[in-house]
């Protein structure tokens, strides 16, 4: 279907009739451009309360898992998903139904899941709860009791983390071997916004690149390689000012690139 939410992305590669032809092509398009593919990412709601909507994420989410493997990436990333307008402990149940055998189908396949920490809270139809259950560590350690498979981890974006108010450094040296895929993007909280609606509300933070918001990212590099993370450092861009077109974009990442050179390099 069509991508309503903002930031949604595109179909850059259509995995639902996936076969070596398609696979070759991606390789040459990739080796042409001199680009690298660190993970197939794919973001529904695979805990929607619809059941019936739940199978075709699920379906689609194997798909993208063939995709994976044919293109020896070896690693999906994508949400948990959450039903909104249930309790933790009920989509925890659902959750112990649902993700075994998809992770279980993925380890036959030689393919990793990381599972990304956004909350999904940001309009009024994501409202209360989000719509996407593995955002603290608390759901962390859950998630990983009923799925203990080391083919099942964190994409980790530390800028949720940041409005949320945990501490992300501290969730990177607990959670250092779960890790599997890294964004890079800050987050700046608004304390006039906050004073305003308060942490229940909506809209009081906003998503930056790194460097103009409110992560240490000093503290952040340090921490991965205190835990001896070598994995795959992504940079997310979802800065409204630099959303004029193609240059803006352009301009983001560079901006983006020379900021965490210092670490990375």
């Not at 925890?92 to 055998?101: A, G, I, S, Y």
């Not at 949320?164 to 501290?170: H, K, Q, S």
């Not at 006039?192 to 933070?205: A, K, P, Q, T, V």
């Given at each position: 279907?069509?991508?309503?939410?903002?930031?949604?992305?595109?179909?850059?590669?259509?995995?639902?009739?996936?076969?070596?032809?398609?696979?070759?092509?991606?390789?040459?398009?990739?080796?042409?451009?001199?680009?690298?593919?660190?993970?197939?990412?794919?973001?529904?709601?695979?805990?929607?309360?619809?059941?019936?909507?739940?199978?075709?994420?699920?379906?689609?989410?194997?798909?993208?898992?063939?995709?994976?493997?044919?293109?020896?990436?070896?690693?999906?990333?994508?949400?948990?998903?959450?039903?909104?307008?249930?309790?933790?402990?009920?989509?925890?149940?659902?959750?112990?139904?649902?993700?075994?055998?998809?992770?279980?189908?993925?380890?036959?396949?030689?393919?990793?899941?990381?599972?990304?920490?956004?909350?999904?809270l940001f309009s009024g139809d994501e409202?209360?709860?989000?719509?996407?259950?593995?955002?603290?560590?608390?759901?962390?350690?859950?998630?990983?009791?009923?799925?203990?498979?080391?083919?099942?981890?964190?994409?980790?974006?530390?800028?949720?983390?940041?409005?949320?108010?945990?501490?992300?450094?501290?969730?990177?040296?607990?959670?250092?071997?779960?890790?599997?895929?890294?964004?890079?993007?800050?987050?700046?909280?608004?304390?006039?916004?906050?004073?305003?609606?308060?942490?229940?509300?909506?809209?009081?933070?906003?998503?930056?690149?790194?460097?103009?918001?409110?992560?240490?990212?000093?503290?952040?590099?340090?921490?991965?390689?205190?835990?001896?993370?070598?994995?795959?450092?992504?940079?997310?861009?979802?800065?409204?000012?630099?959303?004029?077109?193609?240059?803006?974009?352009?301009?983001?990442?560079?901006?983006?690139?020379?900021?965490?050179?210092?670490?990375?390099?």
């Amino acid at each position: 279907g069509k991508a309503e939410r903002r930031y949604a992305g595109i179909t850059h590669i259509d995995v639902a009739d996936f076969g070596p032809a398609e696979c070759a092509g991606v390789n040459e398009l990739c080796e042409r451009y001199g680009v690298g593919l660190s993970s197939l990412g794919y973001y529904p709601n695979p805990l929607v309360g619809d059941a019936a909507e739940r199978d075709v994420y699920a379906s689609h989410l194997r798909a993208v898992i063939d995709a994976s493997a044919l293109l020896d990436v070896g690693l999906v990333t994508t949400f948990v998903g959450r039903d909104h307008k249930k309790s933790l402990a009920e989509n925890m149940k659902l959750f112990e139904q649902v993700w075994p055998p998809l992770v279980a189908y993925a380890e036959e396949k030689g393919v990793r899941i990381a599972i990304e920490n956004c909350p999904m809270l940001f309009s009024g139809d994501e409202w209360p709860g989000g719509k996407n259950l593995a955002v603290s560590p608390a759901v962390w350690r859950r998630m990983f009791e009923v799925i203990p498979s080391a083919s099942f981890g964190l994409n980790f974006d530390p800028s949720h983390l940041i409005w949320l108010g945990i501490d992300y450094v501290r969730a990177i040296r607990e959670f250092g071997d779960r890790l599997l895929h890294v964004h890079v993007k800050d987050e700046r909280v608004s304390q006039d916004r906050l004073y305003e609606h308060g942490i229940l509300g909506l809209g009081w933070h906003d998503p930056k690149l790194p460097g103009l918001g409110d992560c240490d990212w000093g503290a952040f590099f340090a921490a991965l390689t205190d835990v001896g993370y070598r994995g795959p450092v992504v940079i997310e861009v979802e800065d409204r000012a630099y959303e004029y077109g193609l240059e803006g974009r352009q301009r983001a990442l560079r901006q983006s690139l020379r900021y965490i050179e210092p670490f990375i390099r």
